[in-house]
């Protein structure tokens, strides 16, 4: 074996160990540079067919209207409302809440209200008081409409046009 | 439609992008293969003769895993598994090249564990459909550790190798039971933490700069904690004890959002080390090693093995010497805690430099993983398998290079070592599952709004 070729081996192995770790970084650039949102996304999102297939089966659904802002209709905090353009939309009394309630049954990171296709919820963030609709302690993303009532601690929300 | 805008991003759905961990998976068998091969060539001046065998079993065994993935993970990470396939092959050839210097048959063994780890991998990723189900064992992982961490005091079964009794005997195979106790831990961690993260970080006094948690808040995970690093310090196992509680603080810091904790920390840290270094014998010798090695090199427990794997590094400059044409057998367990030195002597700083690049991307997938992460027990379980990872090779690497003192852990994937290699391969599966539940579209809210009881199985249900 002569000090040539092995150099070249040498030479070559570091070249394929590199050109693996620049391909691992090359399938994951997405992470550095942001995720390209597809056009269809920007304007109709991805939920855009399903939109199309939901209205069609349903058309009674309250189509009319769909709520743009949420607001505090009680509690400390009555009168904040918040444009749902931020969604997600984080509740509690931390200082990265976008609703912070000045409540003491709040938690921190108490709920959240994001949507999904045309369909906004709300997600308790594992609060120590619970959030409820009605009386009834919601365990999973539960779906809201206009004029559901959200109950955290002392304070109300819901969603209005 | 552009009322729907806010919910367009909530609608982004991740690619599921199997082609591409297919093609690294390639990539990473030719790094894998292309090392045996390689070794063969350095050494004994031909390519091996079991080289389609060997590269055979290897594809085997790699692409299973990527079957098995694209079947129960389909929109898992892409990156991870190839990542570590690259860094086991990477570590099989290394082995097998001090095997032809010294004699000895690690590399066998070493393929035997990398398919026991595989299967594992593959169970895990079978039987564990939704990490979450991991949170109801929160107290019975918990205590699974800090049983496991005592098995090595048994007598009859727990026997010392080179001063740390960490190893147990099963049958004709030597176990580390610290390592799967990590994986345990991070769970016990991380599910405890997700019920009282916010008891954690809001109720208690304040005290200098940080908010102290009341007691009871605290306690269980305190003494959790305190056990194992007890358990660790007894065993006079250094690098498992900066490991656990490296990774408490972290997991801790992460899921109370409260940066006083790595202030704490890392007082307590300053404070336990000087306490350390003044009561054993060997963390003094470890540390005298460390801030001055040549003066210990002819000594008993000296610094021979650090010295001769600095050496092995400079010879090794910037390409190396090639695989097989250095002398890494020079140093003493070249192929368990010095691996990292073999390759720096044969690959040089170009050949470290990727490894180390892998296992940043290892942790950046992690992390990632836990970002996107829908629900905080992933994210936290995510963060600490990360947080183990990450310490693991900052210690051993750091130890190795002398940035910091040596204390023995094994190189993730790369060492020799079945418990560690298993292990990791378990660690592995856990994060394609938290990452294949965090990329995987949210299920269409609207839809189960009618139909409650067909989407039994999604991830979300609505109760009525």
Redesign the interface.
């Known amino acids: 074996?002569s000090e040539l070729?092995?150099?070249l081996?040498?030479?070559?192995?570091?070249a394929?160990?590199?050109?693996?770790?620049l391909?691992?970084?090359s399938?994951?650039r997405s992470?550095m540079f942001g995720?390209r949102?597809p056009e269809a996304?920007?304007?109709?999102?991805?939920?855009?067919p399903?939109?199309k297939k939901?209205k069609s089966?349903?058309p009674a659904k309250p189509r009319r209207g769909?709520p743009t802002h949420v607001a505090v209709t009680s509690g400390a905090n009555e009168g904040i409302t918040v444009p749902?353009?931020?969604?997600?939309i984080l509740i509690g009394?931390g200082t990265d809440a976008a609703i912070r309630l000045d409540d003491d049954y709040a938690?921190?990171?108490h709920a959240r209200i994001?949507?999904?296709?045309?369909?906004w919820?709300v997600e308790d963030?594992?609060?120590?008081n619970g959030t409820y609709i009605g009386s009834?302690r919601?365990?999973?993303?539960?779906?809201l409409v206009l004029g559901t009532q959200v109950r955290i601690g002392k304070t109300v929300l819901e969603l209005r046009k | 439609?552009?009322?729907?805008?806010?919910?367009?991003?909530?609608?982004?759905?991740h690619r599921r992008?199997r082609g591409?961990e297919l093609?690294?998976l390639v990539?990473?068998l030719?790094?894998g293969i292309?090392?045996y091969a390689?070794v063969g060539?350095?050494v004994e001046?031909v390519v091996p003769a079991d080289i389609l065998g060997y590269g055979g079993g290897l594809a085997a065994l790699i692409i299973g895993a990527h079957v098995v993935v694209r079947f129960v993970a389909p929109y898992a990470d892409?990156?991870l598994l190839?990542?570590v396939a690259?860094l086991n092959g990477?570590g099989l050839a290394v082995i097998r090249r001090l095997d032809l210097a010294d004699g000895t048959t690690f590399a066998q063994q070493q393929l035997t564990w990398m398919t026991v780890g595989v299967v594992l991998f593959a169970v895990t990723l079978l039987v564990l459909r939704d990490h979450r189900v991991l949170s109801r064992f929160t107290y019975t992982a918990g205590l699974g550790a800090i049983l496991l961490l005592l098995g090595p005091l048994v007598p009859g079964l727990g026997y010392e190798v080179n001063g740390a009794q960490i190893w147990v005997r099963l049958g004709p195979f030597g176990l580390q039971p610290g390592e799967v106790a990590k994986v345990l831990l991070v769970v016990a961690f991380s599910g405890y933490l997700?019920?009282h993260r916010?008891?954690l970080?809001?109720a208690g006094r304040r005290l200098l700069f940080v908010d102290l948690p009341r007691g009871r808040d605290l306690g269980p995970i305190l003494a959790m904690w305190a056990v194992s690093l007890g358990i660790l310090v007894f065993q006079r196992d250094l690098g498992s004890s900066l490991l656990f509680f490296g990774l408490f603080l972290v997991m801790l810091y992460v899921a109370t959002e409260r940066p006083g904790w790595l202030v704490v920390g890392s007082a307590l840290f300053f404070g336990g080390a000087a306490v350390a270094y003044k009561l054993f014998g060997h963390v003094q010798n470890r540390v005298n090693i460390w801030l001055d090695p040549l003066a210990y090199f002819d000594e008993s427990p000296g610094s021979g093995q650090l010295v001769e794997g600095l050496f092995g590094m400079a010879w090794g400059g910037l390409?190396?010497?090639?695989?097989g044409?250095g002398s890494p057998e020079r140093v003493p367990y070249a192929e368990s805690d010095f691996i990292i030195g073999a390759i720096g002597e044969e690959?040089?700083l170009?050949?470290v430099l990727?490894v180390i690049?892998?296992y940043g991307?290892i942790v950046?997938?992690a992390l990632?993983s836990a970002v996107v992460s829908r629900d905080?027990f992933g994210k936290l379980m995510a963060t600490g398998l990360a947080g183990v990872l990450a310490l693991q090779v900052f210690v051993v690497i750091g130890g190795v290079t002398r940035l910091i003192p040596l204390t023995g852990l094994t190189t993730p994937f790369l060492s020799y070592g079945g418990s560690s290699l298993v292990a990791n391969w378990v660690i592995i599966a856990l994060l394609l599952r938290i990452s294949d539940q965090a990329r995987r579209p949210?299920?269409?809210?609207?839809?189960t709004?009618?139909s409650p009881d067909e989407e039994a199985t999604q991830v979300?249900?609505?109760?009525r």
């Open positions: 074996m070729t092995l150099f081996v040498r030479a070559a192995y570091l394929i160990l590199w050109i693996f770790v391909s691992a970084i399938v994951i992470d995720a949102v996304a920007r304007t109709g999102g991805p939920a855009a399903k939109q939901s089966k349903k769909q749902l353009e931020q969604a997600p009394r938690s921190t990171r994001a949507a999904s296709g045309d369909q919820y963030l594992g609060s120590t009834v919601i365990t999973q993303p539960t779906t | 439609m552009s009322s729907s805008q806010p919910g367009a991003l909530m609608g982004f759905v992008r591409a093609f690294l990539l990473a030719t790094v292309g090392a390689a060539l350095g001046g892409p990156v190839p990542v690259a990477l997700v019920v916010d008891a970080a809001l390409i190396g010497r090639g695989l044409q690959l040089g170009t050949g990727a690049l892998l991307l950046e997938r990632r905080a949210v299920p269409d809210l609207s839809a709004d009618e979300v249900k609505i109760p």
